[in-house]
């Protein structure tokens, strides 16, 4: 379960990644159907003021005693440095030690790897350092191209937004779809995104216009319909080409990925929520048939939509 997390701030912490980490486990949002979290930042010494990326100063509530037993030990991004306060490394390692999960947002890799943990575990960063983080670290498993990494007990994630799907992604694994989703709506933001799907997209800025919101959205109500780029584009009033090189630019991946990923999405949350049949499952998520929803299934959570189902079903599914 997800019932404690501690955020480790050291100097040079970066105010936005933090945020991330207040935003999805930090605000009671139990009015929402989210389980109450309870929240702890905490620094090498409880009151102690901390610098930030901008200038500004962190005043932690908790000492490293906060990480004692905290069910997740969250790391922002921080300016990297050559070491790192060993107080700070050894109380990470004995909170893994004992089985809290780890996670780090950005170049808050760098302070998990400074603990000797990530060697010979797959993980990642920011594109940005990837270079520096494989030279200093080179028994690490670094994929430099995804957006995060859930290696089990240890999940690392590249920069700023992908920080957000990586906390979202835990939430979901440990709380379920429901809680994902209702902080992800609370936040504005999409439900989850592919972890796999690469963190930087070599193609140019889209020109300003109107967004391409209004058309997620109603592909998202619209789930179980056919769709297909020309219609898409149509709806979007612009050219194909323009429509596919603008959707791959504000998303990271083509139209009909995303709406695979969308439809996956909602299965999960159909298996874990209600007693449908797996056919009905696969027409309800617009796959149609069984066949393509345990293929795209498989593909994207990595498991059979059965087995998923029979470890994540809600005790109060009803038909």
């Known amino acids: 379960m997800l019932r404690t997390v501690a955020a480790v701030l050291v100097d040079g912490a970066a105010p936005f990644e933090?945020?991330?980490l207040c935003e999805v486990f930090g605000i009671d949002r139990t009015a929402d159907g989210?389980?109450?979290?309870?929240?702890?930042p905490c620094g090498e010494h409880a009151g102690k003021p901390l610098t930030t990326s901008v200038g500004a100063a962190f005043v932690p509530e908790f000492g490293l005693d906060g990480l004692?037993?905290?069910?997740?030990?969250?790391v922002?991004?921080?300016t990297i440095r050559g070491e790192y306060p060993k107080a700070v490394l050894d109380a990470v390692v004995a909170a893994h030690e004992r089985g809290a999960t780890l996670m780090s947002v950005c170049s808050g890799a760098f302070l998990l790897g400074a603990t000797g943990l990530l060697d010979g575990r797959r993980c990642t960063t920011h594109w940005r350092y990837a270079e520096r983080f494989a030279e200093r670290f080179p028994e690490a498993k670094l994929d430099p191209d995804v957006l995060f990494v859930d290696d089990g007990d240890i999940v690392t994630s590249a920069g700023t937004a992908a920080g957000i799907d990586a906390c979202l992604h835990?939430?979901?694994?440990?709380?379920?779809?429901?809680?994902a989703t209702a902080i992800a709506r609370r936040m504005v933001v999409a439900p989850q995104r592919d972890g796999?799907?690469?963190q930087f997209v070599?193609?140019?800025?889209?020109?300003?216009?109107?967004?391409?919101?209004p058309v997620l959205e109603w592909m998202l109500d619209q789930l179980s319909a056919e769709h297909t780029v020309p219609d898409l584009a149509r709806r979007a009033n612009m050219s194909e080409r323009t429509f596919a090189r603008r959707f791959v630019a504000e998303t990271g991946i083509t139209p009909l990925r995303w709406l695979s990923m969308q439809r996956v999405l909602h299965a999960r949350r159909l298996l874990e929520e209600t007693a449908l049949s797996i056919d009905d499952v696969a027409r309800e998520c617009g796959f149609g048939t069984t066949t393509l929803l345990r293929h795209h299934f498989h593909r994207i959570v990595g498991v059979a939509p059965k087995d998923y189902r029979r470890t994540f079903s809600s005790a109060r599914v009803r038909p």
Do not use: C, K, N
């Open 18 to 20: 933090f945020g991330v």
């Open 202 to 213: 070599e193609l140019p800025v889209p020109e300003a216009g109107d967004s391409l919101q």
């Open 170 to 179: 835990l939430v979901r694994r440990e709380l379920g779809s429901g809680p």
């Open 68 to 74: 004692d037993d905290a069910d997740l030990i969250a």
């Open 76 to 78: 922002p991004a921080a």
């Open 196 to 198: 796999g799907q690469r």
């Open 34 to 40: 989210v389980p109450p979290i309870e929240f702890r």
